[in-house]
């Protein structure tokens, strides 16, 4: 069969045959705590989708309540239905939970199984999902992140250091438990990564003077990149940081959100808008905030999941970088086969179709919940 009969063949209609959701727990290497939360563990969530022949697969990091959802509300109504017309399968899944609410778990649950239904698409045309989006870019910029509160500085220097010495151009650490000790760590960390931009994030610990403060304290040691100074809920208090943080210090927020209004309110409150399409309804949600940041002209970067980000910031036009996030990174690396490492700071998708990615649910038996 010639490629245009076989693409021709792959692009008629096929149906959903079985929708499958499982959830397991992985422990952290170390303890870890943000400006704002303490945690020891994290749930992966994870689908397939089989139809016409192939199996997508999608994931989400989440609270196991996405699979309880995903398998007593969104399997049943995905089962026979097209799996190509995902905007068709989006909508129904979005009205499905109108009444038990779309933003925070609900959008989760539909970005894994969006995220399956993209995958299952590309295999089925038998292409790389970059191919299939279409590439603004053929490799993108990734950021080091991690740098927990929890960690002593001789830990966290280690790792930002290592982050940098791989060529990476930027490395992301936590702030906000205890604003003394942060102009300390902050400056540690700027003296091991050497001309490496160092990037803070202060989920939302902060008040806005607190947060006004620290953006000075921080310029000081060459911080280039503040992210949720205050709460995301307080547009304003963003808003404020923005206009008045230091020139050469972008604000930026957006991990949160789950809906294109969402994204919309905060366009006009940073200088970089954060996207996660495990959170966003998937790789359908998270193109649609690249045209978003087209018309307000800002950046975007992805939060968290690196495998799942590769092949859309290769594909949205105003992706500047992507989240190499260590909880993340290890969880991928040990769980889904065909995980990409960095090369000098950059990630290019393979030439696997679909995502790229396999889930190894054998080696991931041990840690269902
Ligand atoms: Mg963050």
């Known amino acids: 069969m010639g490629a245009i009969e076989s693409a021709a063949r792959a692009g008629t209609r096929v149906d959903i045959d079985t929708v499958s959701v499982d959830a397991y727990t992985i422990p952290t290497d170390r303890p870890e705590s943000d400006g704002t939360l303490e945690w020891s563990a994290t749930t992966l969530v994870v689908v397939h989708v089989s139809a016409g022949g192939v199996r997508g697969f999608g994931y989400t990091y989440a609270d196991r309540a996405a699979a309880t959802l995903i398998a007593g509300k969104l399997a049943p109504l995905l089962q026979r239905q097209d799996a190509h017309d995902i905007p068709a399968r989006w909508s129904d899944m979005a009205r499905e939970l109108r009444n038990v609410g779309v933003p925070g778990l609900g959008a989760m649950a539909m970005s894994a199984l969006d995220t399956a239904l993209w995958d299952a698409k590309a295999k089925r045309f038998g292409v790389p999902l970059a191919t299939l989006l279409g590439r603004a870019r053929q490799d993108i910029a990734v950021y080091g992140s991690g740098g927990f509160t929890s960690y002593s500085d001789d830990e966290l220097c280690d790792q930002l250091g290592e982050w940098a010495e791989s060529g990476m151009r930027f490395v992301k650490m936590k702030v906000g438990r205890d604003a003394h000790a942060d102009a300390r760590r902050v400056r540690a960390a700027a003296r091991a990564i050497g001309t490496t931009e160092l990037f803070v994030d202060a989920n939302g610990a902060y008040t806005r003077k607190q947060a006004l403060a620290q953006a000075d304290s921080f310029a000081a040691n060459g911080v280039s990149w503040f992210e949720e100074p205050v709460s995301s809920d307080d547009l304003e208090g963003l808003r404020l940081l923005r206009d008045r943080a230091p020139a050469g210090m972008a604000i930026a927020a957006g991990e949160y959100g789950s809906t294109p209004w969402y994204f919309e309110r905060m366009l006009d409150t940073v200088d970089v808008l954060q996207a996660d399409a495990t959170r966003c309804g998937g ?87």
């Open 283 to 369: 790789i359908s949600g998270f193109l649609g905030v690249d045209p978003l940041c087209d018309a307000q002209g800002l950046p975007l970067s992805s939060h968290c999941a690196p495998s799942l980000h590769l092949p859309l910031m290769c594909a949205a036009r105003r992706g500047v970088h992507l989240e190499h996030f260590h909880d993340h990174v290890r969880i991928e690396s040990m769980l889904f086969d065909g995980f990409q490492h960095p090369a000098n700071g950059l990630l290019r998708p393979g030439e696997r179709p679909g995502l790229g990615v396999e889930f190894k649910a054998r080696d991931a038996e041990r840690f269902r919940c």
